[in-house]
């Protein structure tokens, strides 16, 4: 059993697919962990939002299979004005961002966690997840729609 088993599928390092994908095992179990996280991350979205909750993330999918709440897609938005578009065209409640890109794991388009600088000032923070350096690893913001302007002035 690795880091993280708390006993349900997808908790022990071996079960993760990236563990066999990566040849170096130290690189593999830190790809495998990382996942894990994002499991857990997942669940806990579904036991910290409303049952109606819609939630902005790279994977849609994952979020309604593993947290029970209604995925939207974000796009990685370039500036604050995609980012709030995105959120007034999806209705989401809530931003999940995670240092873990379900598509993009070598962070060739940016870093996942890019888009929470462009959200500051749209919500707060329902909760993060740390590192171990105390670096964020994972955010939930709660969505402020009364902070999210109507349009935007073309420049």
Same mark, same amino acid.
């Given at each position: 059993?690795?880091? &993280?088993?708390?006993?349900?599928?997808?908790?022990r390092l071996s079960e993760i697919a990236e563990f066999y #994908? @990566?040849?170096?095992?130290?690189?593999?179990?830190a790809n495998a962990a990382a996942q894990? &996280?994002?499991f857990g991350d997942l669940r806990r979205i579904?036991?910290?939002?409303?049952?109606?909750? #819609? @939630?902005?993330w790279y994977s849609p999918a994952y979020v309604a299979l593993l947290s029970g709440r209604r995925g939207a897609r974000l796009e990685r938005p370039a500036d604050s004005a995609s980012l709030e578009a995105q959120l007034r065209s999806s209705g989401a409640d809530f931003i999940y961002l995670a240092h873990l890109h379900p598509r993009d794991s070598a962070h060739r388009l940016g870093h996942p966690l890019d888009p929470l600088a462009l959200a500051a000032g749209l919500g707060h923070v329902a909760?993060?997840?740390?590192?171990?350096?105390?670096?964020?690893r994972a955010v939930l913001l709660e969505v402020d729609r009364g902070r999210i302007p109507k349009t935007r002035p073309i420049p």
């Open positions: 059993a690795g880091a &993280g088993n708390d006993g349900k599928p997808g908790d #994908r @990566v040849p170096s095992g130290p690189a593999a179990a894990i &996280g994002v579904g036991e910290t939002t409303p049952a109606d909750a #819609r @939630v902005l909760w993060r997840r740390d590192g171990p350096s105390g670096e964020p």
